[in-house]
């Protein structure tokens, strides 16, 4: 996945484009980065349909070396009763090299904080002629043909999708959704079946349960008793799984989640397991009536040791505790301010440190917030 330029949209571009969006009386609106921000540099009323508008006024935008995204409104409504947009991305090829990297770099967070779901085409190109209204037609044939696609292309569409599916929980410029993101393929009744054994106390056929994707659905891969001491060696190793695993904390039981990718993984693979894991855990908990206790992700196996697993499951508890009692001690806020700065939730994934490795020490504020944005974004980039 292409690293983001950190370029933001302005205030202003979000109120002209949601006025354009309420309104419905803008066709064109093209975009622009000054001052490393993205802002409106021109529009076009309505006056006419979709194709005369197109053929009147889109060329105006198009400059021979300074690049641009370009907004055309469409006559059609999408579901929600707005007006469905085509984005245009023009990065002509005498461009200076800079502005090609931002403009190729900030694409993805302009349509993602305006709300992907409103773009219902795209067109990406380096020459004036791929933007004409010939241009858009040869558009349309190539998008709609049904010539096969090599292996490769077939990939590039399925990460595209998974992409636009689990980009962002942001739906636009006032509003977000408040369902988890991701793709959502079914449990097989066979997984289901295996993930309901666990519920079983003392008298389990298995306390392990990988899962894998197959034909888009999520198939058992394995059920199997397993000791601590060889869940490293148990979990594939060349490609990702979910692993729902009973660990013996204590006296006591506990089920956690392993959210396991490899750095050996195939690019769709990757994108494609990392889209359905918080798909999987709600039918898991839904179908399989079972209760996680603890969530991880890594790819490292071995990371997973009993002595993480001992470390984070007593700072869960710990953490859980002070919140019960209301209490604040300076313990509590230093196991907090450790949960944070590593990127992870009371819910939430929590990736992996392996024992031995030094975990970071409690800074000031400041470093406290820069270290949890470098989390995110790593964690963002290497899935």
């Known amino acids: 996945m292409s690293h983001q330029s950190g370029i ?45 508008d197109y053929k ?6 198009l400059e021979s070396t300074t690049p641009s995204y370009i907004f055309v409104r469409f006559d059609e409504k999408n579901a929600s009763g707005e007006y469905k947009w085509l ?9 200076k090299v800079r502005d090609k990297m931002l403009y190729a770099s900030t694409r ?25 209204w010939d241009g858009y037609k040869k558009h349309l044939a190539h998008k709609n043909a049904e010539a096969p696609l090599t292996r490769r292309e077939q990939e590039l569409v399925e990460i595209k999708a998974a992409e636009a599916a689990t980009v962002s929980d942001y739906q636009g410029t006032a509003t977000r959704k408040s369902y988890a993101p991701g793709v959502a393929f079914p449990l097989t009744e066979k997984a289901i079946e295996a993930l309901s054994e666990l519920k079983k106390a003392g008298d389990r056929s298995y306390n392990f349960v990988s899962l894998h994707l197959d034909n888009e659905k999520i198939d058992l891969d ?32 506990s089920l956690v989640f392993i959210y396991t990718c490899p750095s050996s993984s195939k690019i769709r693979e990757r994108m494609l397991y990392s889209s359905s894991k918080a798909n999987v855990i709600t039918a898991a908990e839904n ?38 009692s209301n209490v604040s001690s ?42 949890t944005s ?8 290497s899935v």
């Open 374 to 381: 470098i989390s995110t974004t790593n964690t963002t980039s």
């Open 8 to 52: 933001q949209v302005s205030d202003e571009l979000s109120k002209v484009f949601a006025d354009a969006v309420s309104n419905g009386n803008v066709r064109i609106l093209r975009v622009s980065i000054e001052q490393e921000s993205l802002i409106p540099n021109g529009t076009s009323p309505v006056q006419n349909d979709f194709e005369s």
């Open 287 to 324: 179908e399989a009536s079972i209760e996680i206790v603890k969530k991880f992700e890594t790819s490292d196996l071995s990371d997973l040791t009993s002595e993480y697993f001992d470390e984070e499951l007593a700072q869960q508890q710990q953490q859980r505790g002070a919140s019960n």
């Open 330 to 371: 300076p313990t509590g806020s230093m196991v907090g301010d450790r949960i944070q700065m590593l990127g992870g939730t009371k819910q939430g994934f929590k990736r992996p440190v392996a024992p031995g490795r030094r975990r970071p020490a409690t800074a000031s504020s400041s470093l406290h917030s820069s270290s």
């Open 87 to 95: 984005f245009l991305c023009y990065v002509p090829d005498n461009a």
């Open 222 to 253: 394995n059920a199997t008793q397993v000791p601590i001491n060889e869940l490293s060696k148990t979990i594939s190793a060349t490609a990702p799984r979910f692993t729902f695993y009973i660990y013996q904390y204590g006296s006591s039981e």
């Open 108 to 132: 993805a967070t302009l349509t993602k904080e305006l709300g992907d779901y409103r773009f219902s085409d795209s067109i990406y190109g380096t020459d004036k002629s791929e933007f004409t």
């Open 56 to 61: 009147q006024h889109i060329e105006e935008y």
